[in-house]
């Protein structure tokens, strides 16, 4: 069992910025990677930003520059740092985390979701 919770998300206005955070909890071995993803209305889900144990990192065309995504591996933690946002930031967004419940076994796990609105 692993349980993700995600904090952090709210109304912010144009060019504003924003701080999510999600922790990781439960039966975790060893986390092999740590993400964000979003989803708007009527658009598909899409990687946001991801970052592995050796530390590389992924971000979205539409974010890189932005945004920026870190860890605190002590604490089972990832963050994503949000500026300069825009109206089209706005979605869910959801953590995830694949990790290793134990040395030969590993899965996805996600958050429910926190709702990041940029308007003014």
């Known amino acids: 069992q692993v349980h993700l919770v995600e904090s952090g998300g709210g109304l912010v206005q144009p060019g504003g910025s924003l701080r999510l955070s999600c922790a990781a909890s439960?039966?975790?071995?060893?986390?092999?990677?740590m993400g964000w993803f979003r989803q708007a209305p009527g658009k598909l889900r899409e990687l946001v930003a991801s970052k592995n144990s050796g530390g590389g990192t992924d971000y979205a065309d539409s974010v890189r520059g932005r945004f920026t995504i870190s860890r605190d591996n002590a604490k089972n933690t990832v963050y994503l740092e949000m500026n300069s946002l825009k109206p089209e930031d706005t979605a869910v967004y959801f953590c995830?985390?694949?990790?290793?419940?134990?040395?030969?076994?590993?899965?996805?796990?996600w958050g429910q979701g926190t709702q990041v609105t940029v308007s003014s």
């Open positions: 439960g039966s975790i071995f060893r986390i092999i990677s």
């Open positions: 995830n985390a694949r990790v290793y419940t134990d040395y030969q076994v590993w899965g996805d796990y």
